[in-house]
Each structure stands twice: as structure tokens, then as C-alpha cells.
């Protein structure tokens, strides 16, 4: 039980990747990781085949005489409102949508946990004034904070990333920041701090590693969040435009058709996003418990 | 069409939540033996109090203000037109307006005077007689500038009264002023005098800005009358809760209580369509209006339901910018017409109700020529067209849909996909673009929008409505006469000409040709006329769709 | 304590000061006349400029900021008493149409429909704060224990399946739920009614505008049960995606918690399993499933514009989507500011929430 003493690990000069080979070996020992890691996989690949396995001009696709098939041999998804074969277009969306939720979680997470766990550990002038700025930009709705930003910056799917991506900070930057505080009242800490560990180190070895799980658990929801947020954006034209495929915009479009029963317009974009947040999730839970340094041994 | 039935069987839905869930289940065939419609609307009404005729109407957005003087958008009309009336009605298939609180009406031999006879024994529902003065009230406030209830930045938030946008009739003591004068000729007559002769004067007669309107509710409420409406219509407000519903009952002085057998109408806010469609199904609404299509058309498979369609007399359409190139090149609008297959978006997107649309004003209006055929779907033809502009190539271009469902383009959007599948066929690629719908107005307005779509639903049945994107003056709202780079003189002189002339078929006529020049300039392609659709329940007789903008209860009962 | 709380209330000002200059700029960061977009296509020049100068648009930016806080009465009189002591005398200011600013509790009208927007508010905000709160209730209720017992029971098939379930809850989209939820349970069952909050024929005096609270004032018993008939399907729906973020987050701050040492301390000293997990493990895995609580609770606040619009729900987040679609800006502004003043205490709270549940924070 070395877990809440990592200031002996520092003493014996541990290695300064220890930690990430540890968390390497445990990943690949844990079933769910591997799990969530071939999802991830899978759907990476599809993203990056699916342009040169089966090429796709979502322009000339649409055949409205055939909208709205069920599915058959010829379209396995069916077809939709303008007769276009879901299962290309699911697939070809993946692209657009795995960046989307890739990118912007990407910016939200190293933004906004690099300021709350900073925030959170040092606490003091820094924490107040940050926290605030904070607080104002949460204090607004996520969709309307982005309409804001995609309005200011012109409409266009970078801009919308980015958009997500910064509206998503402050609730990564809240986050990390009360898992800071707890976890900077640990023993570890005090024992780092009494050995005379700089507030540098103490943040990089001991507050950022043990802070990360709730991040992870996060940013793997957030991705599913992001995707949709892109199609509300896409719904206001300020997002994915048509006939681009992206799975929020095809269910946006798709549910319409519930009512005439046409389910396969919604349900295959709607697995598809399912799919992406379990791997996702998946694999943040193999990451967290890989990660967890109170689980060496 | 897909039925209904396979939706809402439960093995379906049981399956689709599986499969959801991951179990693998696959929704195979609909199962062989649906169960009898499980979506039989409730037989016992909410209240077990029999008497009075309830109907609730599911409708998709909330009234805005419930003044017809000030009054722009078409869920209010649809309140407004259940409590206020005016000097005319239409109430027929046809368009055309007949009497109401006029009982009869004359014109001078030069169509500048219009002397009106009002009803008598009509009273507001306030309790006030309706006469010339108190009718006149309301024409007042519009046009005076010395009422007391003038004030438009004051009591009108468009910051100005629609009288004098809607007909161009002015101020009194203006002298460009389209109305010059109103007259009491006696207590039950009134009398309009108008600068020029027009022929279009009747038809006003029916829209909102000629409703009578009670002063009590101002003297009261001041600038929240709005809220409080007093007319002297079938119905009179009883509760509004914003965004919730909004609750009609009987006036009980109106003059003609046989006309509308409900007893209270309400008005329910879903502002969802599959809900709405819903809603209906479950009983807990009558009737619905802004109807899918696709909803429409599987409804009509439900015993259930049953659906109605007023007559095509809208417009939806693609407007090209004709000083931006190269759409100001003839053949390269030619061609991107050519090649817009208007039959197929008709036929699938709306499913079938509707007509495609051949010239811009569709075939209920005098003034419509038959032998105006618009720009059959023809793909060689196209392509010889860019040839002949030098762009056999194609090009690319931005190409603007409607952030917004209106009845002519319920989804733009996925018609805007349609059209840009059709033109990628010769090469030329639609960039499509929205934004949010106050700037989209502005934009196409202000002449940014190389190609747009948009669309027109009348006030009344009248040729002149080409005036809105044809006439070199800024006029009407919505108007389009300068947007667009179509500045054609003869169209203009004709159009001047047709809205002043004396005989209806001479004004045709003009009309007619005004038809044929603008569809050998192209400035646009008209997409479709739609046969716009309503739901009601099986129960629901006597509706009568009226080709304006709203639906009308008159006449409709429901069987027990 | 009580010295923490109030420094967290003084801290709360600037935040609020900052929110409102955030509002307050917002309709000049979107591009294109504000006016312009919100008036029909061809008002006349005329009653635009007249729109715009009673709404203040003509002024320079710092004076708009004082008309939208403090009112065009105040800015006007302030005008007046500068010029007359810098010697330049200028009229006594006419106010014809007072507003008096945000400040002092006047959000204008809406430039649509002209209704007061605080009068507005009244009515959508407690019927979107009902059906949040209806939401985060079943959300807790079911998400909590759900990712607790996933926690005690790692790795078991009870932790796959609840895990599964949350995961089906988080990306579950709302209109497929709900639309299913209405087919099945208002179209087939008939169990409850589609939409709306309470059943057109149903009285009830409206005095808080928070439906449930009302019948039970007025003791109105049919009214309460109607409403509840309404609203419990929504708020299922709407809770559905809290629900799954909850449970996720409270298996993973369990399963931190229960690797800590007092937890095998508390093992080591023959502690019921029951004792450990509520008195040690509970309430120190607790403190990042608040944080989400509040996050979620506020953000449901703003109003959930899918779950409205299918249930024909008279609240917030319609209002301000419409608002955005239209450019009612007066709306956007007041809606958002009250959005984020909400959001503002949910924080605080949520900060008062931590110190009670973990005294060793310390309140720098």
C-alpha cells in the first residue's frame, strides 16, 4: 500500500514515466479497456476507410423516388427523406462527428482542467479572479454562449468545434478544480509539501494524477454531449452544413418521420452515437482505473 | 405510405427499444395482425359536464399580440380572426370576400369612392352598438394622426400601423395618401374616398386592418389592450396563458350565433408537429394545423382522422439575384431552372399535395396564363444552356435556405438538398447556406443572397400580387421589387397600369402578360403551389379551408 | 461558517456585475442593426430610428450600459446634471417612455409581442423550474443509488447493467424518448395526458405559477393530481440524460472513495459493510457528484428546448430559442441574465454544499 505515500516513491526516485507504464500494462489487463479500445478502434478506422472503401458524394446521392425505404439487400439502413442510403451516410458522418467531439473535448479538457486543478491547488487571488470569470461564462447557456461565438466568428464547422470546445471549460474547469481541493487536504499532499516538494511538482506528481478520474469519467461523456450540441448548432445553420452527413443533424432531421414509422432514419445515427460514447466511456474507465495511482502495486 | 398501424403496433416499438438497448432484437416484417387501432381517441371528454361543444385545437405556435392593427404573423391571426370581423368575410373555397359587418357595399363608376352599409343590431362584445362612429374608431387610429390612440411607437410594436404598409393608404393629410377621406354618411354608413381608382379596394375590406376593434379595451389597458381584446366577433377571450392555450368562448351578442356551433374553442400550444400529430391521435386535441406532409399523408390511412386541404393558392419559390454573376447571364438561370425536377419534389417531399408551380402566380388567381408552362425538367436542355453561357463546366454558388417552416416550404431545407442533387447533375454546386431568420430577410432584401427561397401566402385572391416582386416601388411587406437586380420597365408600366384599370378583363390580361415576359427572364424558378393540410378527428364535421392565411371554425361542430 | 457564506455572497457581486456587461454586449457582438433584423422588411426609416432611440441605441455604449442597469430616467438626469456642471446647459430631459433598468427589477418589453418581460418570467420560469426540478429529483433518486450499488458491486453483471442502462440514458436523444414516451403512455395506455401542464378544463388560482405548489395552497386536490398526471412524463424524459451522468459519476467517485484508507481502516475495525459505505464512503464520494448536481440542475434551468416543445411546456428555453430565431433581443437579454443569475446561486450553493459536506475545506 504505497498509495497515499507517493512522497516515499520520491525519495527512492522513481522513474518519471513509472506511472504511465504502470498505467500501459494495467490498461491492457482490463477487460472493459479492451473493449472500449476496439470500439474506439473500430469506429477510428471506419472514419478513416470509409472514404476509400466506399466513396461517397453525398450531392448526388438523393433519389426522392426511393425515399424513405426500409431496409433492404440494396440499402441494409434503408434510405432517407431524399431517398439517400442511411448506412453510407452513417458511416461517412462518422468522420465529421468523431472530429467534432474529438476536438472540442480536446480544447475543453486541456483548457479547463490545466485552469481548475491550477486553480483549485493554489487557491488564493488566482483561484478567486479566475473562478469568477468562470462563473460568468457558466453562468450562461451552453447553445446560446455558442450562438454567441459561432455569430461573432461566422458560421462554418471550425468554428462550431471551437464554440463547443470553449463552452465546455468551465464546466471542466469547475470540475477539476473541486477535485483539486479535496484532493490537496490529502495526507500525500501535506507529506509532499513537508518534504519540501516545489507547488510545481506537487501539481504535476501528485494533484494531477490522483484528480484525474472524474476528468476522464467527463471528458468520455462529453464527447456524446458535444456531438449533439454540434447538430443543435447545425439546426440553427451554424454547424455541419447540408447535405454534409453528421449523426446529430441526421437525427435532428430524422425523428420527424416517427410518426409514419420510418425508425430506421433515427435509430442507426442514434447506435452510432451510442456506440462512440460506451467505447469512449469504456475505455475512460479502463484509463481511470489504469490511472488510479492508489491501485499500484 | 407507411401505415400508421405498424408504428404504434407494440411488437414494433417493443423491438426498436430492444434493439435500442442492445439485445440484438431486428424489427423484422410489421407484424401480420396489427391490433385494432389502439390510437382510437378518447370517447370521454375531459369534463363530464355534456353540455356545451368543446374543441380543442392543437396549433403550433402562440398568438403574438391580439390586435389587428398591429399584427404580423400568422399564428395571431388565428385568435384574431374568431374574435374581431370585418367589413367583409371570406368563408368559401373561392377567396372571394362576401358580406359581414357590411350588409352590402357600392363603388363610384371610377372605383374611388366605396360607400359601405354597416349590419345593424351588431353590438361589440362589450356591450357598445356597433355604428359608423364606433366601426370607424379603429380606421381612425391607423390613419389620423390627431387620435388619440395614434401613437404607433406607443401601441404597435412593429412601430407602425399595417394600414399603412399593407395597401399603401397613408396619413389623412397626406396628399400622396392613398385613402384621402372617410366619411359617416349616416349612423349605419360609411364612405371611403381613395386618391386613385382601385379596383383591389373590397378585397382590403376583409384583412385584419379593417376589423372592428373596441376603444373600451384601451380606454382600460392602455398599451396592454393587445391582451384584452374587444370585437365584435363570434368569440371573446376567456383565459390566455401564454405559450400553454389559449380559451375562446361564445360572445354572447354576436348576430349570427348559427354560423358556429362551438361553444369554446381552444387554442393549444404544441409547438412540436410529431407531438401535435400526437396529441391528436390521443385524443387530447381535434384538430391540428402546420401538417407535415409525410403526417398528412398517413393520415389519411387513419379512420381515425381525417385530413383537409385548402386550395393551392400560395407560393414557394427560388429567387436568383440577377446582378451577381453569373446568374446575370439568361442562360445560366434558364438552365439552372431546366434542371429543377419540380414534379418529383411535389410528388415525394410533399407528398403529392400539391401542384407544381409553373409561373409565379398559381391558377386560382385571375390574371394566371394557362399558356405560361414554366421550364419543363429537362437536364440536355440544361446543359446546353450552361454550354451556351461558356460554363459547361459548372460553377459553384451559394445557395440560401429558410431557417423557418412555412406552409409553401414546410421543410426548406431538405427541399433546398433536393434542388442542389438536381443542379449537381450539370455540374453546378449549391453551396447551402441559413442564418438565423430577422438577418435572412435583411440579407436577401438588402441584395446579398445571390439565391434564395422564399415564399408567399395571400391576403386575398388578386393578380396584383405580382406587384410584390415585380413593381419598381418598395411596397407591401415582404416586398422583393428591388432586391434582385429585376428592374423591367414594361413589367412595371403594366403592373402600374393593371392596378388602376377599371375592367377585369383588360387587368387580366395585363397580368397574363406580365406572366409571359417574366418567364422568359427567369428571375426565379417557382417551385410549388401547396395544397396546405389540416388534421382532425373522424368526429370533426363542417370545416371549410379557406385559401387565406389561417384556419376558420365556422361551421364546425363535433359528433358526439 | 457564517463568515464563509457571506464572503461567497460579496464574491457573487462582481460575477453578477460581469454577467450583465456580458449581456449587456452581446447584442452588439452579433453582427448586422439589432433593429433592422427585428422590424418587418420595409418599416420605414422613420420607426426604426424611433425604435432605436427608445431603446437607447443611439446613445454612446457606456451611456447604453447605464440606460439598460439603472434606467432612462437616471441617464437622462445624469446627462442633464454633467452638462449643467461643466457649463453646458442642455433642456431638462423628457422621458416619455420611462424604463427603469435592470437594476431596479424593469427588463423592458419584448420587442415582438410588447408583453413585460418580468411578467412573462413569472409564469415560464417556475413552470421551467418545476419540470427541472421534477427531472433532477428522479434523476437522483434513481441515478445515485444506481451508480452506488455499481460501485459496491464492481465488475458484477448488477454493475454492467446499470452502467449499460446510464449509458443508454446519456445518449438517449430526448425526442426519440419522448415522442416514444408520448405514443406509448398518452396514444396507446392513455395513462397520461400528451402535453401542457395542467388539462384546459381544470381551474386553479395561479398565484406562484409553480402548478403543484398552487394546488396545494388553494387545496386544490384535482388540480394537483392533473398536474402531476402532467408532468411526470416530461420530467422522466427530461431526466433521462442527468440520470445517466449522475449514475456514471457517482460509481466513479465511489469506487476512488472505497480505495482510501480510512475506508480500509474503517474495514480493518470490523465495520459493517453498510456502516462503511454511509458514514465513510458516501459522504467523501459525494463531493464531485454535487458539483455535477449543480451544474446539471442550473443547465436544466436554462430551459430544455426539445423536451418543451414536445410537451407543449410553456417555459423558458422555447422562449429564449424563439427570442434567437426572431432576434427579440429585450427577451434575450432578460432571459439570459436571469438564466445566469440562477446560475450564479446554484454555484454558490453548490460551493456551500462542499463546505458542509467536507469541513477540512478550507475557506481561503
Request: aromatic share 10%; proline share 7%; net charge neutral.
Amino acid at each position: 500500500m504505497t498509495a497515499s505515500t507517493p512522497a516515499v516513491a520520491d525519495v527512492f526516485s522513481h522513474k518519471q514515466s513509472s506511472l504511465w507504464t504502470d498505467a500501459l500494462r494495467r490498461l491492457r489487463h482490463s477487460s472493459s479497456a479492451k473493449v472500449g479500445m476496439s470500439l474506439v478502434a473500430l469506429l477510428l478506422s471506419i472514419a478513416l476507410l470509409v472514404p476509400v472503401v466506399m466513396p461517397y458524394d453525398p450531392r448526388t446521392d438523393s433519389d426522392l423516388s426511393s425515399r424513405l425505404k426500409p431496409p433492404s439487400r440494396v440499402h441494409p439502413f434503408g434510405t432517407d427523406d431524399l431517398g439517400r442510403d442511411v448506412l453510407r451516410r452513417v458511416l461517412h458522418a462518422s468522420r465529421v462527428s468523431l472530429r467534432i467531439g474529438l476536438i472540442s473535448v480536446t480544447i475543453a479538457l486541456l483548457f479547463g482542467s490545466t485552469l481548475g486543478l491550477t486553480c483549485g491547488f493554489l487557491g488564493g487571488a488566482t483561484d478567486i479572479i479566475a473562478m469568477r470569470i468562470i462563473d460568468i461564462m457558466l453562468a450562461f447557456p451552453a447553445t446560446l454562449l455558442a450562438i454567441g461565438i459561432v455569430a461573432a466568428r461566422g458560421p462554418g464547422l471550425n468554428n462550431a468545434m471551437l464554440a463547443i470546445g470553449i463552452v465546455q471549460i468551465p464546466a471542466y474547469a469547475r470540475l477539476a478544480r473541486s477535485v483539486a481541493i479535496s484532493v490537496r487536504e490529502r495526507e500525500y499532499i501535506t507529506a509532499a509539501q513537508c518534504v519540501g516538494a516545489s507547488k510545481m511538482r506537487q501539481l504535476t506528481r501528485h494533484v494531477f494524477p490522483n484528480s484525474l478520474s472524474p476528468i476522464i469519467v467527463q471528458s468520455t461523456l462529453s464527447i456524446a454531449s458535444a456531438i449533439l450540441e454540434a447538430a443543435a448548432l447545425g439546426f440553427l445553420g451554424l454547424g455541419a452544413q447540408p447535405p454534409i452527413p453528421e449523426w446529430g443533424a441526421m437525427l435532428a432531421d430524422g425523428y420527424k418521420f416517427l410518426t409514419i414509422g420510418a425508425w430506421w432514419v433515427l435509430l442507426f445515427p442514434g447506435v452510432m452515437i451510442m456506440l462512440t460514447v460506451l467505447g469512449f466511456n469504456l475505455l475512460g474507465d479502463g484509463l481511470r482505473d489504469a490511472l488510479d495511482p492508489s491501485l499500484k502495486t | 405510405m407507411k401505415s400508421l398501424r405498424v408504428v404504434l403496433s407494440i411488437p414494433v416499438l417493443l423491438a426498436i427499444v430492444l434493439t435500442l438497448f442492445g439485445c440484438g432484437a431486428t424489427p423484422t416484417a410489421a407484424p401480420t395482425t396489427a391490433p385494432p387501432q389502439a390510437a382510437a381517441p378518447t370517447a370521454v371528454p375531459a369534463t363530464p359536464v355534456p353540455a356545451p361543444m368543446t374543441m380543442t385545437f392543437c396549433a403550433g405556435a402562440d398568438a403574438v399580440r391580439l390586435d389587428p392593427a398591429d399584427l404580423d404573423d400568422e399564428p395571431s391571426w388565428l385568435p384574431v380572426d374568431h374574435i374581431f370581423e370585418g367589413l367583409t368575410v371570406v368563408k368559401d373555397t373561392s377567396g372571394q370576400p362576401q358580406p359581414a359587418l357590411a350588409e352590402r357595399w357600392e363603388a363610384s363608376a371610377d372605383l374611388k369612392e366605396w360607400t359601405f352599409y354597416l349590419r345593424k343590431g351588431v353590438t361589440f362584445s362589450d356591450g357598445t352598438p356597433l355604428n359608423a362612429e364606433s366601426y370607424l374608431w379603429n380606421i381612425y387610429r391607423q390613419w389620423d394622426p390627431s387620435h388619440p390612440y395614434a401613437d404607433a411607437s406607443k401601441y404597435a410594436t412593429l412601430g407602425y400601423y399595417l394600414f399603412v404598409d399593407y395597401f399603401a393608404l397613408g396619413k389623412k393629410g397626406d396628399a400622396n395618401a392613398g385613402l384621402q377621406e372617410v366619411q359617416q354618411i349616416d349612423e349605419y354608413t360609411i364612405k371611403f374616398v381613395l386618391k386613385d381608382p382601385n379596383p383591389l379596394f373590397l378585397q382590403y375590406t376583409h384583412v385584419v386592418p379593417f376589423e372592428a376593434v373596441g376603444k373600451s379595451s384601451f380606454e382600460t389597458y392602455d398599451t396592454e389592450a393587445y391582451q384584452h381584446p374587444v370585437g365584435t366577433g363570434p368569440y371573446v377571450l376567456e383565459e390566455w396563458i401564454k405559450d400553454d392555450h389559449l380559451t375562446l368562448v361564445r360572445n354572447p351578442n354576436y348576430w349570427d350565433k348559427a354560423s358556429w356551433p362551438l361553444d369554446k374553442i381552444v387554442f393549444k400550444i404544441i409547438p412540436d408537429a410529431s407531438a401535435r400529430l400526437l396529441a391528436v391521435k390521443a385524443g387530447d386535441c381535434q384538430g391540428m394545423n402546420l401538417v407535415s406532409p409525410d403526417d398528412a399523408a398517413a393520415a389519411a390511412g387513419d379512420p381515425n382522422l381525417q385530413i383537409t386541404l385548402r386550395p393551392p393558392a400560395n407560393v414557394g419559390y427560388v429567387r436568383f439575384n440577377m446582378s451577381i454573376a453569373p446568374l446575370d447571364d439568361l442562360n445560366v438561370r434558364l438552365a439552372l431552372a431546366h434542371a429543377t425536377d419540380r414534379q418529383s419534389i411535389v410528388d415525394n417531399l410533399y407528398s403529392g399535395l400539391g401542384k407544381p408551380a409553373e409561373q409565379w402566380m398559381g391558377p386560382l388567381y385571375p390574371g394566371h396564363n394557362p399558356d405560361v408552362k414554366g421550364y419543363p425538367f429537362d437536364l440536355e436542355k440544361a446543359k446546353g444552356y450552361l454550354k451556351a453561357a461558356g460554363l459547361e463546366d459548372g460553377f459553384t454558388i451559394d445557395f440560401w435556405y429558410m431557417p423557418v417552416a412555412r406552409p409553401y416550404f414546410p421543410n426548406a431545407k431538405v427541399v433546398a438538398e433536393a434542388i442542389a442533387a438536381d443542379w449537381a447533375k450539370i455540374g453546378v454546386i449549391a453551396n447551402l447556406q441559413t442564418e438565423d431568420w430577422g438577418q435572412y430577410k435583411l440579407d436577401l432584401a438588402a441584395g446579398k443572397l445571390p439565391i434564395f427561397m422564399f415564399g408567399w401566402t395571400p391576403d386575398y385572391i388578386d393578380g396584383s400580387l405580382l406587384d410584390v416582386w415585380f413593381k419598381d416601388v418598395p411596397l407591401g411587406s415582404g416586398s422583393q421589387s428591388q432586391c434582385c437586380g429585376f428592374a423591367n420597365e414594361e413589367v412595371n408600366d403594366l403592373l402600374i397600369q393593371a392596378g388602376a384599370i377599371l375592367d377585369e378583363d383588360e387587368r387580366i390580361e395585363m397580368y397574363q402578360r406580365v406572366a409571359v415576359i417574366v418567364n422568359e427572364i427567369v428571375p426565379g424558378v417557382p417551385i410549388v403551389h401547396t395544397s396546405v393540410p389540416n388534421i382532425f378527428s373522424a368526429k370533426v364535421q363542417g370545416f371549410v379551408p379557406v385559401p387565406l392565411k389561417t384556419d376558420i371554425l365556422r361551421g364546425v361542430s363535433i359528433a358526439k | 461558517m457564517t463568515r464563509y457564506l457571506i464572503r461567497r455572497l460579496l464574491a457573487a457581486i462582481p460575477t453578477l456585475l460581469g454577467v450583465s456587461v456580458v449581456v449587456f454586449l452581446f447584442i452588439h457582438l452579433i453582427p448586422g442593426d439589432p433593429v433592422r433584423a427585428m422590424t418587418r422588411d420595409n418599416a420605414p426609416e422613420e420607426a426604426v430610428q424611433k425604435i432605436r432611440e427608445r431603446l437607447g441605441l443611439t446613445r454612446p455604449l457606456h451611456e447604453q450600459y447605464m440606460i439598460f442597469m439603472l434606467g432612462n430616467d437616471t441617464a437622462a438626469r445624469l446627462r442633464y446634471e454633467v452638462a449643467r456642471l461643466t457649463g453646458n446647459p442642455i433642456p431638462v430631459p423628457v422621458v416619455t417612455q420611462p424604463f427603469r433598468g435592470i437594476a431596479r427589477g424593469d427588463f423592458g418589453n419584448s420587442l415582438v409581442t410588447g408583453n413585460a418581460i418580468v411578467s412573462e418570467l413569472s409564469t415560464r420560469l417556475p413552470a421551467t423550474m418545476e419540470l427541472a426540478l421534477a427531472a433532477v429529483l428522479f434523476a437522483i433518486l434513481i441515478g445515485v443509488p444506481m451508480g452506488i450499488l455499481a460501485a459496491i458491486k464492481r465488475g458484477t453483471l448488477v454493475d454492467t447493467g446499470s452502467m449499460l442502462v446510464a449509458l443508454t440514458g446519456v445518449s438517449m436523444p430526448i425526442y426519440w424518448l419522448g415522442l416514444m414516451g408520448i405514443m406509448l403512455f398518452a396514444v396507446t395506455l392513455h395513462w397520461v395526458p400528451s402535453g401542457s401542464r395542467l388539462g384546459v378544463d381544470i381551474a386553479l388560482d395561479r398565484t406562484t405559477n409553480f402548478y403543484l405548489l398552487d394546488s396545494i395552497i388553494s387545496g386544490n386536490w384535482v388540480a394537483l393530481g392533473d398536474a402531476l398526471r402532467h408532468l411526470i412524463l416530461p420530467a422522466l424524459v427530461l431526466g433521462t440524460v442527468p440520470m445517466g451522468v449522475f449514475a456514471r459519476m457517482t460509481r466513479s467517485s465511489m469506487l476512488e472513495a472505497l480505495n482510501q484508507d480510512y475506508v480500509r481502516t474503517a474495514r480493518a475495525k470490523g465495520l459493517r459493510q453498510s456502516a462503511v459505505i454511509l458514514r465513510h464512503t458516501l459522504k467523501n464520494a459525494l463531493l464531485p457528484v454535487v458539483t455535477v448536481i449543480g451544474l446539471e440542475t442550473g443547465y436544466l434551468f436554462s430551459g430544455a428546448v426539445l423536451t418543451e416543445s414536445i410537451f407543449g411546456w410553456p417555459g423558458l428555453g422555447r422562449w429564449l430559442y424563439q427570442s434567437i430565431i426572431y432576434r427579440d433581443y429585450t427577451v434575450i437579454q432578460g432571459a439570459t441574465l436571469v438564466i445566469a443569475v440562477i446560475f450564479v446561486f446554484a454555484n454558490l450553493l453548490v460551493d456551500f454544499s462542499y463546505a458542509l459536506i467536507d469541513p477540512r475545506i478550507r475557506y481561503t
